[in-house]
């Protein structure tokens, strides 16, 4: 079955400017998780998604938001981007959610890698 | 809190030697522990987890890990390195009391020279 996929794949922006991140889930994961992988911060929890609602959010700025729509489908979106926002995004997706069960498995796509000029 | 730390951001084995990868992790609920491989330009790939029973955990691509609580520790080890090894392997951790997200280690970059 088809995995996770992220579009698009690489994006360049520049200051001031926002940008919106697509995910798809593999099928019939309802669960989607971001993060936001830099080579100074590592691997950072920004939000996950369940059934359309916020479940949990990592320590980001509110620039940072994401919504999920009702086919699990999950997008983020970046406000007035910053440099330090320039990194790879990476969508996870899983049949449960992390809220509940610490021992959920994620499966992630290939990532967007968003560079801020 | 949860932490986890990886001894050595850059490991380097030859072909066929034993590969060794060192994860400590910090909990004060019992953890969850993963560990993910990312090859260039690709996302994060599952080698195996632990959540409970068995302590010595195998994965795929011959890697397996074992749990001891007593030391903290969720070592990653394959007997025999291929090229193919060649990749940054991350160890995670994850508990009931941060809703289940994964704290990830900083990484630990594997070169295998032939």
């Known amino acids: 079955k088809a995995g996770v996929t992220q579009t698009p794949r690489y994006l360049i922006k520049t200051r001031g400017q926002q940008v919106t991140l697509s995910c798809s889930p593999i099928?019939?994961?309802?669960?989607v998780s971001w993060y936001q992988q830099t080579p100074g911060q590592g691997l950072q929890f920004l939000f996950e998604y369940f059934s359309e609602t916020q479940r949990n959010k990592g320590n980001f700025p509110g620039r940072f938001s994401g919504r999920q729509f009702s086919n699990s489908r999950s997008e983020m979106n970046v406000s007035t981007l910053e440099l330090g926002d320039s990194a790879l995004y990476l969508c996870?997706?899983?049949?449960?959610?992390?809220?509940?069960?610490?021992?959920?498995?994620?499966?992630f796509g290939a990532g967007s890698r968003l560079t801020v000029l | 809190a949860q932490s986890v730390t990886q001894l050595g951001s850059h490991v380097s084995v030859s072909e066929g030697a034993l590969v060794l990868l060192r994860c400590n992790y910090s909990?004060?609920?019992?953890?969850?522990l993963f560990w993910y491989v990312q090859y260039p330009n690709q996302g994060l790939q599952l080698l195996l987890k632990y959540t409970t029973g068995a302590t010595l955990v195998k994965g795929i691509n011959g890697f397996e890990a074992e749990f001891k609580k007593s030391e903290t520790s969720f070592h990653l080890t394959k007997p025999s390195a291929h090229m193919s090894d060649a990749a940054e392997y991350f160890c995670?951790?994850?508990?009931?009391?941060?809703?289940?997200?994964?704290?990830f280690g900083q990484g630990t970059e594997l070169s295998v020279k032939p």
């Open positions: 996870a997706s899983s049949f449960g959610t992390s809220w509940d069960s610490g021992a959920n498995v994620l499966t």
């Open positions: 099928s019939g994961h309802r669960s």
């Open positions: 909990s004060s609920v019992p953890p969850y």
């Open positions: 995670a951790v994850s508990g009931s009391n941060q809703g289940g997200k994964l704290i």
